[in-house]
């Protein structure tokens, strides 16, 4: 197993002791090489499975004493080592090392590919995987390999629905420690990360990062298969477009078999099935399944729209409409039917198109099962049964069950016919009125 001691002598400058020591410095098994002899020692349990430590409150064994020392403290909340900057204190002195890297700067490993430079040696081991390739971690349920094993440890909670760390003051549970920390700080108020632009704060390192990147323009994901045309301010954005090329769907809902490209995506979608609303407006309390979504809402009562288009000035509640829009003005159309090849400037006009050749209708009416190819058509459609009209003119009261509705009404009031045709100059109120007017030009005969 070992391979010949080398004796090595030591001579202390302090004391000046004399001590000769034989330290076998090697493992034959896999070369791997040591400069203390008691780690060495303890090495070969790694290829063996032997772990003769156990703890003696959670049963778990260790292959090494000192593990077993460092994993007691999770018990005991014990912490002995503590960082004389900002008094952060850890449960090993070598978390404590690469914690004070935090204020130095000091980041000692690099790699030999491309020079990033890192904390820990640890981090740049998994680093390497990325320009190697290897993923030498895999699911046993679902094949799918990681870098390092604890992607793989929390992937696998996706299979058992494992949720091992909750708040303890709302009782949400998380998969992952560094979730829970982050969750927390929900609830004290807590937004240590600072833009040094802005002064906006936020509750984790991530979102700073992202943050930053609004004011510098900087977007270093890009797409290798678009020709990397298009480029991305956070990585897993870049995972999940490159899934439009792939068509993979890895998160599925175990009620309807639908799948999804992002597992945020098939959370929100659970909600569908669960009726779960848990983001509420606190000025109509209108609720809604996820905070994006209240998020643009409250922007109806606030009149709120950040997002102006640099062309014509027109000014959005949400970027991605205004992406949509700017399409008008370049005449970019990049969705394409694969049926007829007719395009959109959206992906959800294809899909609701698709529907016209497939037939699919897939939301249906709980009263009169009536069914729908577009969700905000059964919305509208559930007002007749609901009497709900929940659009009013603010000068005669009206009221209306869509907001396109009161759109049109408010230009009997206003006079405006904006839908000009461009034959005759005649104007409408409606763009449909100016369909069917146009047709008397063309010899179109009405259906």
């Not at 460092?70 to 978390?95: G, L, M, W």
């Not at 939301?363 to 577009?374: E, I, N, Q």
């Amino acid at each position: 197993m070992f391979q010949d001691p080398k004796i090595y002598i030591f001579n202390s400058n302090i004391c000046g002791r004399i001590k000769q020591e034989k330290i076998r410095t090697s493992d034959i098994m896999c070369d791997k090489s040591f400069n203390q002899n008691s780690i060495l020692a303890a090495h070969p349990r790694t290829h063996m499975g032997e772990k003769p430590y156990q703890c003696n409150v959670c049963r778990k064994s260790f292959a090494h004493s000192n593990a077993l020392v460092a994993h007691q403290r999770t018990h005991t909340r014990e912490r002995p080592y503590s960082c004389d900057v900002c008094s952060k204190s850890f449960i090993t002195n070598s978390n404590l090392i690469v914690h004070r890297r935090l204020h130095t700067g000091e980041r000692p490993y690099s790699c030999d590919v491309c020079s990033k430079s890192f904390i820990n040696n640890s981090n740049l081991t998994e680093h390497r995987r990325l320009h190697t390739g290897e993923r030498p971690y895999s699911c046993d349920v679902c094949s799918k390999s990681f870098i390092n094993n604890s992607n793989l440890i929390v992937h696998r909670r996706l299979h058992t629905g494992e949720r091992p760390y909750s708040c303890d003051v709302c009782s949400k549970s998380f998969t992952q420690s560094n979730h829970l920390v982050i969750h927390r700080r929900t609830h004290t108020g807590e937004r240590p990360y600072s833009c040094d632009v802005c002064s906006k704060s936020f509750i984790n390192n991530s979102d700073l990062t992202e943050h930053r990147r609004l004011h510098t323009g900087e977007r270093p994901y890009s797409c290798d298969v678009c020709s990397k045309s298009k480029s991305f301010t956070q990585s897993n954005h870049l995972v999940i477009h490159r899934r439009t090329h792939t068509g993979e769907r890895p998160y599925q809902c175990n009620v309807c078999r639908k799948s999804f490209a992002h597992s945020n995506a098939l959370v929100v979608h659970q909600r569908t099935h669960t009726r779960e609303r848990p983001y509420s407006c606190d000025v109509c309390s209108k609720s809604f399944i996820n905070n994006s979504n209240l998020i643009v809402h409250r922007r109806l009562h606030t009149g709120e729209r950040p997002y102006s288009c640099d062309v014509c000035s027109k000014s959005f509640t949400q970027s991605n409409h205004l992406v949509t829009h700017r399409r008008t003005h370049t005449g970019e159309r990049p969705y394409s039917c694969d049926v007829c090849s007719k395009s959109f400037i959206n992906n959800s006009n294809l899909i609701v198109h698709r529907r016209l050749h497939t037939g699919e209708r897939p939301y249906s009416c709980d009263v009169c099962r009536k069914s729908f190819a577009h969700r905000n058509s059964l919305i509208l459609h559930q007002r007749t049964h609901t009497g709900e009209r929940s659009y009013s003119c603010d000068i005669c009261s009206k009221s209306f069950i869509n907001n396109s509705n009161l759109t049109e009404h408010r230009r009997l009031h206003t006079g405006e016919r904006p839908y000009l045709c461009d034959v005759c100059n005649k104007s409408f109120t409606q763009s449909n009125h100016l369909v069917t007017h146009q047709r008397t030009h063309t010899g179109e005969r009405l259906m």
